[in-house]
């Protein structure tokens, strides 16, 4: 069942302000981890950090900004799918059984493509 355009307008809405702030995120993770690395990992002007432990702190400082950039990016993809099924007229129903997503769903997750069953068929593998 497709959505009427007025139904459609919140979503849209909240998408967009979620699409902005993911971008923004992405962008000053991505800022902060140039500038950590380029810094020599250590922060100090040298390249050699002056005690081992600074080197493992820094080193899971990067990779934990890496793995939220990772997540965040691809969050962000899902959330321009999302806009894309609404200008396709496709939103709101599941890519997998085509039936509707309950709109609690929706609000909770805006980006999703899949209803309950189909998404936890598709994490247990089972599709």
Avoid: W
Wanted: charged share 25%.
């Amino acid at each position: 069942m497709k959505m009427k355009k007025s139904e459609l307008k919140p979503y849209k809405e909240t998408l967009l302000a979620l699409r902005s702030r993911l971008r923004g995120d992405v962008s000053t993770l991505a800022d902060a981890a140039l500038i950590k690395s380029s810094s020599g990992m250590g922060g100090s002007v040298s390249a050699v950090p002056s005690h081992i432990a600074d080197i493992g702190s820094d080193t899971f400082e990067l990779d934990n900004t890496l793995l939220l950039m990772s997540n965040e990016g691809e969050t962000l993809e899902q959330v321009e799918l999302a806009l894309e099924r609404i200008e396709e007229g496709v939103y709101g129903s599941c890519m997998e059984c085509g039936k509707a997503i309950p709109k609690l769903r929706l609000n909770a997750i805006p980006y999703t493509p899949y209803c309950v069953k189909c998404a936890s068929q598709i994490e247990a593998g089972e599709v």
